[in-house]
């Protein structure tokens, strides 16, 4: 059995330098206790300054300590903001296809998520008028991917322009899940959310992605904004975080050295993705009924397959057949069938010969 939907980079065969990755965990400051509800400002700068080195970072205010607030994961980030902002009943709007954990964090939360829609043309674009028309009264935030998960598509000027225009109009929040973003494919990424300030604006990322270190359980939120809006959801989000204190002091020293290690990692990735994205585009040109689509970003390949039978039906006949293991797209709620999608960090052997089984059943058709 070829399993093409990998996603833990810990078990796809990477270098990792574990004598740096464990060496970091045994700070003597971690046996002291200081809590702190945004984390140790120690560990905030160092975040900050990513940010502030980053290839996205634009003219302006750079990225202040102040403005980061540590959390274990992303998933707790999206807890805090859905709290935050929303009472019981309230809504966030979601993009469509896009990853299916925000439906459970938005259950568990009491939030409402309300779709916009994707549309492909050349590369994958926001609906900008969809999504104005899905903003009702009860709306708080907009969400964004970027890349989105699994499209792969950035948030371009173009399109991040009027979405904060929006956000501030209707007084909305604008949160963007930025943890793919250092992972540039057919594109480079052009907007963060950190940097934004004409509404209230929140990024989310973490040491799972950018470091390839799911396993240490270490993510952020970047708050901005207009300077009273940002105050206030500061204040408040440090009741929140206060109130659980979750992330340890052994990561938050590693931070620094577990953060620089992306150096070390990010390469391969890259190496690993274009390897296999290659292949993969080798293997297509001789199978006219498969596409595609384009990737500007991320670890993941969307395919436009025959919509003959659902993708569910397909991805179950895979298995059956084929002995391959691939995501069908309702997985990440496409809106018609006729979408796979495949992990491009799998093991480039796996790779090659999952996607010539996959090629094989449609040449068989």
Not at 330 to 349: C, K, M, R, W
Request: hydrophobic share 40%; proline share 6%.
């Amino acid at each position: 059995m070829l399993d093409l939907t990998a996603s833990n980079p810990t078990r796809c065969g990477f270098n990792f330098d574990a004598e740096a990755i464990l060496g970091s965990l045994s700070r003597a400051e971690s046996l002291q206790y200081d809590p702190q509800p945004q984390g140790l400002l120690s560990a905030r700068e160092v975040v900050a300054d990513y940010y502030n080195k980053n290839k996205v970072a634009r003219a302006g205010d750079p990225i202040a300590a102040e403005q980061v607030f540590l959390t274990t994961s992303t998933s707790e980030a999206y807890s805090y903001l859905f709290r935050l902002l929303c009472d019981p009943g309230e809504e966030v709007l979601v993009p469509r296809p896009s990853y299916p954990l925000f439906e459970f964090l938005a259950e568990i939360q009491d939030v409402q998520l309300r779709p916009y829609e994707l549309f492909y043309d050349h590369g994958w674009h926001i609906d900008m008028g969809g999504l104005a028309k899905a903003a009702s009264h009860r709306t708080r935030a907009v969400m964004v991917v970027n890349p989105n998960n699994p499209t792969g598509s950035f948030i371009h000027t173009r399109e991040l322009e009027p979405l904060v225009s929006l956000c501030r109009e209707r007084e909305m929040a604008l949160i963007s899940d930025e943890v793919f973003l250092d992972y540039e494919v057919e594109n480079a990424p052009e907007v963060s959310v950190a940097f934004s300030r004409e509404c209230l604006a929140f990024a989310l990322s973490g040491l799972s992605k950018i470091s390839c270190l799911p396993q240490m359980k270490l993510a952020w939120i970047v708050v901005n904004g207009p300077d009273q809006m940002r105050a206030e959801a500061r204040a408040r989000l440090e009741i929140i975080a206060d109130t659980y204190l979750s992330v340890n002091a052994p990561i938050q020293h590693a931070l620094p050295q577990l953060l620089a290690r992306r150096d070390h990692i990010q390469p391969q990735l890259g190496v690993r993705v274009r390897t296999n994205l290659r292949f993969l585009d080798d293997q297509l040109k001789e199978s006219g009924s498969v596409q595609r689509l384009r990737v500007e970003g991320g670890w993941y390949a969307v395919l436009r397959v025959p919509a003959k039978e659902s993708d569910e039906d397909l991805a179950i006949d895979l298995i059956e057949s084929e002995g391959v293991i691939v995501h069908p797209g309702h997985f990440y709620d496409f809106p018609q069938d006729g979408y796979l999608v495949v992990s491009l960090i799998t093991l480039a052997e796996e790779f090659r010969e999952g996607i010539s089984r996959v090629l094989k059943r449609f040449r068989d058709d």
